[in-house]
């Protein structure tokens, strides 16, 4: 690879890392999983999969179709809210009842809801589309031909490693949610968290 080629590739690599190291509604859920054990290979898969799609997109010169489209990201952020909102109340429900946690433990999640929430939490946010196809998107106009699809590369690599990082890494808490009372705070945070962003894509419409 040539010095221009890695010099874009790694500008890709940490802009991507940039965008998604932020706590947010995918890293909490992807990192609940990876404590649970629960499906993380394929979660893990679905979140860096959709990223590579939106950052080809948006590298492909999408980004400038979706930044010219208000009702598509009017109707994305209503909806994502509305999600958000859903899973927080969630979240605090399973803080409140024992026996939910109890029954996740043991396994009782299905692959379906958890890949649904996953594509829910991925598409449903309108800072995928702002951050992934349209920022990304727009910077790589600077770059050329062959260097233009390095640096989407590097974007993409970054995801890769970053989803399936902390969905494999969550384990090596696990010492620490050995505890009920552990994982009752993680679930009252992670529904803050969702509450937060909720209402935060609600104030971006006043």
């Known amino acids: 690879m040539s010095s221009s080629l890695a010099s874009a590739a790694i500008s890709g690599f940490l802009l991507g890392a940039s965008l998604i190291l932020a706590i947010g509604a995918q890293n909490a859920f992807i990192l609940r999983q990876g404590l649970l054990k629960q499906h993380v290979f394929i979660l893990c898969l679905i979140c860096a999969a959709s990223d590579a799609l939106l950052i080809a997109a948006g590298v492909a010169g999408l980004g400038t179709l979706i930044a010219r489209s ?14 958000l909102f859903a899973y927080a109340l969630l979240a605090f429900r399973r803080a409140m009842h024992p026996e939910a946690l109890y029954a996740a433990k043991r396994g009782e999640g299905s692959l379906k809801a958890a890949i649904a929430a996953c594509l829910a939490f991925t598409f449903l946010n309108p800072h995928v589309y702002l951050d992934t196809v349209v920022l990304l998107g727009s910077l790589s106009a600077s770059f050329e031909g062959s260097a233009r699809i390095a640096y989407g590369a590097g974007a993409v690599v970054a995801s890769f490693v970053w ?13 620490i949610f050995a505890r009920p009372a552990a994982w009752r705070v993680l679930d009252i945070l992670i529904g803050v968290v969702m509450t937060a962003i909720g209402l935060g894509l609600i104030a971006r419409l006043a």
């Open 163 to 175: 989803f399936f990082g902390l969905g494999y890494g969550a384990r090596l808490l696990q010492p």
């Open 70 to 83: 208000p009702q598509l990201i009017l109707a994305v952020t209503v909806g994502g809210a509305l999600f």
